[in-house]
């Protein structure tokens, strides 16, 4: 969810994502993240559950990637991978996000991420408004190729998506 701020100009106007803090209904009140989160419940260092799920909507605006690779990293940290492992996830969801963006901001339109914990794999999918991606032969699409086992396009009603698949098994120093 996002709020509209105004700004120091007459018409100026930007969009500055919000987010919720307050505990799901039965979830702990004591702040402690439960199961029903796909967290396990040992607190700050704890590992993400196989079957977690976490989304996040942002304004179609590269300005906003910084906040999709930060999210990216710290679920990718949990997963008990090198990192190495966080950083190559990290960058292919960066450069997914690049490629169904587009060239530019879309005003009013979003880029939408997805993350799904399977048993021994992170599948994210990413969707924004590009009418269309990149020549497969481009250095982006290598460059994916390299760093994810999984790399699908998406067929979607309007803009670009794509599904990224990290095999996580496991292992941090």
Known sequence: MARAE??????????VPTVDLSPAPGTPADGDVGPSAGVAPSGQDAVLTPGARVELRLPADPAFLSVLR???AAL???LDVTVDAVE???????????????AAATPGGFLDA???IGGHELVVEVRGPAPF???RGSVAWALLDALVEG???LDVPQ??????VHETTGGAP
């Open 133 to 135: 991606l990149p020549d």
């Open 151 to 153: 790399l699908e396009v």
């Open 76 to 78: 990718a940290v949990r």
């Open 6 to 15: 105004q700004g120091t100009g007459a018409l100026e106007r930007r969009l």
């Open 114 to 116: 997805s993350f799904a």
């Open 159 to 164: 803009g670009s998506a794509l599904r990224l």
């Open 88 to 102: 190559d996830v990290r960058m292919a969801v960066d450069e997914a996000a690049s490629l169904v963006l587009g």
């Open 70 to 72: 930060t999210t990216t």
